[in-house]
């Protein structure tokens, strides 16, 4: 690997920890506002909104500026988009209505669920071979399965407490179940479907993408088509036209947030990602977000630090590693049948290049 592709994989690792990072602070967001009146249908689609207009300059000068010459729009590619828009503003209106229901906790720890979608859908679409037998698929299946346990473990079982905090805070089960059981079923099974659609979304934007390989302008064109869906459904559900006014600076403060760096911003690295690592890559994040929801309950909520998160998130570690092995040997042994290929072109017989030199002098 060249020191160019080096620096690639060191900013693409990067900047997918930091949309985890900030994907759990914008669902804490999310729900102080909620909890101050914000509905969800609102916050959805002025978020699709915000992207909308922030990425049409970006969109606009990259396809100025660039020297790639792009195919043409065609009905195929209309189409994958507005099933892009369609899957992506549904998952999100189901998603942060599950977490109106339930917390943040909960959004973190169900979206561990994404790989293990992801990875199947990939495999029935037949973006990944199932090779039983081959290393890197059994690293892929294997970490998939321990991010998963891991991040159970994190929320499930709490253990001694390694580090305390002077204010008491409920444990991980007490916050996930929230005031109301039925309040976490109902959120739980919302945010299964989200994360569901998520890994339909990942599936289809990766075709999208190799479609049409210019970030910017899918997703822009992503976000535009979200925000038209989503303004039919949401004024349908939210007939109280008072609910479009925001009246608490949280709630601007979640919406900005979630139109910079949730639904432009993080949708552009995915799409990044998607194109250069493919689905199963991008989604091997997801279980990193219930050791970050630890970690900052820690730094800044003053949350005690206890056994089963650290436990959870070394075995979160592991099995991330071993998704992201898989995918680093899949990657260099493309790289060298690539390198095989070139050679044996190269190496042609003298006689043979001789013969096939007389031969187009002849005509």
């Excluded at 592709?5 to 729900?31: D, H, P, Q, R």
């Excluded at 339930?102 to 495999?123: D, Q, R």
């Excluded at 959120?187 to 998520?198: K, R, W």
């Excluded at 559900?237 to 709630?251: F, K, V």
Aim: aromatic letters at 12%.
């Amino acid at each position: 690997m060249d020191r160019r592709n080096l620096w690639k994989e060191i900013l693409l690792f990067a900047a997918m920890v930091s949309l985890e990072c900030s994907g759990v602070g914008l669902t804490v967001i999310y729900k102080e506002a909620t909890l101050k009146g914000m509905s969800n249908y609102v916050f959805v689609t002025y978020s699709f909104a915000i992207a909308t207009l922030v990425l049409l300059p970006f969109a606009f000068y990259f396809r100025m500026s660039t020297s790639t010459v792009l195919p043409s729009v065609r009905f195929p590619f209309i189409f994958r988009i507005c099933l892009l828009g369609l899957t992506g503003s549904l998952a999100m209106i189901l998603g942060y209505k599950g977490i109106a229901y339930s917390s943040p906790t909960l959004a973190s720890a169900m979206s561990t669920l994404t790989p293990a979608f992801t990875f199947t859908l990939a495999v029935i679409f037949r973006m990944e071979k199932l090779i039983l037998r081959s290393a890197k698929t059994q690293a892929k299946i294997i970490g998939t399965i321990a991010s998963i346990s891991g991040a159970l473990v994190v929320v499930l079982y709490e253990g001694p407490t390694i580090l305390s905090s002077s204010a008491k805070h409920p444990t991980s089960l007490q916050f996930l179940l929230g005031s109301s059981l039925s309040s976490w079923v109902i959120g739980g099974l919302l945010l299964s479907v989200e994360y569901l659609l998520f890994s339909f979304w990942y599936i289809i934007q990766t075709e999208v993408i190799k479609m049409y390989p210019s970030e910017f302008e899918v997703v822009f064109l992503y976000n535009l088509i979200s925000t038209i869906i989503c303004a039919v459904i949401c004024f349908t559900a939210e007939t109280n036209l008072s609910a479009w006014r925001l009246s608490s600076d949280i709630a601007i403060v979640a919406i900005i947030y979630s139109g910079l760096l949730g639904s432009s911003l993080g949708s552009v690295v995915h799409t990044w990602g998607l194109r250069i690592k493919g689905p199963i890559y991008v989604t091997s994040f997801k279980p990193l977000s219930i050791a970050i929801v630890a970690v900052m309950g820690f730094i800044f909520l003053g949350d005690a630090l206890y056994l089963g998160s650290v436990v959870g998130g070394v075995i979160i570690c592991v099995g991330f590693y071993g998704v992201l092995w898989g995918k680093a040997s899949e990657g260099k042994n493309e790289e060298d049948s690539s390198i095989v290929a070139i050679d044996s072109k190269s190496k042609t017989p003298l006689l043979q290049s001789i013969k096939a030199e007389e031969t187009r002098e002849a005509y």
